[in-house]
């Protein structure tokens, strides 16, 4: 099942192969950034995703606490649309469930908030490998 996002203004836009016609797993993440911008994600390690980004001058890369991940921020619109995380040279990413497109809400099934407060950094790299997107692809226009 292919799934489509965007940021507000359209300048960041994915697209995201999901393997599975289920439900979509969206976890609240309990970390400052992702509670002050109420951000709610997805990922699924045999999912493929696609990112593209009109003007490059568009986005902003924001990392905090471990600067382990950066988060896509668009410029113009302020949608945090995804997460990557260089991972052992391959890039991992996790996207915005607020930023999916023609998803029938019904389908997503929110987790409460998690809070990685506390985890190693070896510990959260090995999370992400394990959980997260493992086949992205970043295109700049």
């Not at 400052?32 to 568009?58: E, M, N």
């Not at 988060?71 to 260089?86: E, I, K, N, P, Q």
């Amino acid at each position: 099942m292919d799934l489509a996002g965007r940021c507000h203004c359209g300048k960041l836009e994915f697209t995201l192969a999901w393997p599975e016609a289920t439900a979509i797993p969206a976890r609240a993440c309990g970390c400052s950034f992702c509670r002050k911008h109420g951000g709610l994600w997805t990922s699924h390690p045999q999912a493929a995703l696609t990112v593209r980004i009109g003007d490059r001058a568009c986005v902003a890369e924001y990392e905090f606490g471990t600067k382990t991940a950066q988060f896509l921020v668009c410029r113009d619109c302020g949608v945090a649309l995804v997460a990557v995380s260089r991972i052992e040279g391959r890039l991992y990413a996790v996207v915005s469930v607020r930023a999916l497109e023609g998803v029938d809400p019904a389908t997503v099934q929110a987790a409460v908030g998690t809070d990685f407060e506390g985890e190693t950094t070896a510990d959260r790299l090995a999370r992400r490998a394990r959980n997260w997107i493992g086949t992205v692809e970043i295109v700049a226009g």
